[in-house]
């Protein structure tokens, strides 16, 4: 599986300004050559971004951002907002554009206009509409083969929940951590520590970081992973492979990981 090259996303680029036609070939081929026999089994927990990995949700954000901005002038470019922002959780990203533009919100706060925004990518984004592809047999099969599974993103608890709803996986996660539960987005480790943390608090059978993989779509999330001393497997569904080139494991699709794969990746 991970032999071939792979062709990947031809999205609109006004969307996905860091989506190309790209050639990726998995780095480390991890599971080669295993049989289910053979696995040495290491992994105990994977560990998912939200944005961009399990809901294809960046654009709505961006949007909801720029109608939120309108009223000040302001107009975050995709390549800007792909650069600089993703990530960020929403707090940041406000302070910081106040910051790069020296913005004049009128006296709004960051909670106000976080506030504001939330509304407006509630109305994009819609109940349930925007999982991405083979995330829910993936999840379907690390439950099957008892991996605990969960969730740190840069998002609020309102979006996921809203992303969540009424799909298979609404109830899949045995922790989900997000903006609400931080004081530092990625790349600093904070949420990916905070996670391991409740996972441990949820179960005697305790976890280390070693025994934990992330699947993130960023160089942001990737380096908070690795800051937390967790493996780290990058997805191209926001970025090229160049840009993710720190992971221990590229990929342009769940449905190219293999259980052999994960537990391999940990051993």
């Known amino acids: 599986m991970y032999h071939k090259e792979q062709s990947v996303y031809q999205s609109d680029s006004r969307k996905y300004p860091y989506r190309q036609q790209v050639n990726v070939r998995a780095i480390r081929n991890a599971g080669r050559g295993c049989t289910a026999g053979e696995i040495n089994v290491s ?18 954000h961006l949007s909801a951002f720029n109608q939120t901005f309108a009223e000040f002038g302001i107009e975050l470019d995709p390549v800007a907002y792909y650069e600089k922002y993703l990530g960020c959780t929403d707090y940041e990203l406000i302070e910081d554009v106040q910051r790069d533009y020296k913005a004049d919100f009128k006296g709004r706060t960051a909670k106000q206009l976080a506030e504001q925004k939330t509304e407006i990518f509630h109305e994009l ?14 999840v379907a099969e690390l439950k099957k083969n008892n991996i605990r599974i969960a969730v740190n993103s840069g998002a609020t608890a309102a979006d996921i929940e809203l992303m969540l709803k009424g799909t298979k996986i609404e109830k899949a996660f045995e922790v989900i951590v997000t903006a609400d539960d931080i004081e530092k987005g990625k790349p600093d480790p904070q949420g990916y520590l905070l996670t391991l943390k409740k996972l441990n608090d949820n179960s005697k059978d305790k976890i280390s970081a070693g025994d934990c993989a992330v699947i993130e779509d960023s160089k942001w999330g990737i380096i908070a992973a690795q800051k937390a001393g967790m493996r780290t497997i990058g997805i191209t569904n926001s970025y090229p492979a160049k840009e993710l080139l720190g992971s221990d494991l590229i990929i342009d699709s769940v449905r190219h990981l293999t259980i052999s794969a994960l537990h391999k990746l940990c051993s």
């Open 43 to 60: 992994l105990k927990a994977l560990i998912f971004d939200f944005d961009g990995v399990i809901a294809d949700s960046e654009p709505c």
């Open 125 to 138: 984004i819609g109940a349930g509409r925007s999982i991405i592809d083979g995330i829910i047999e993936f």
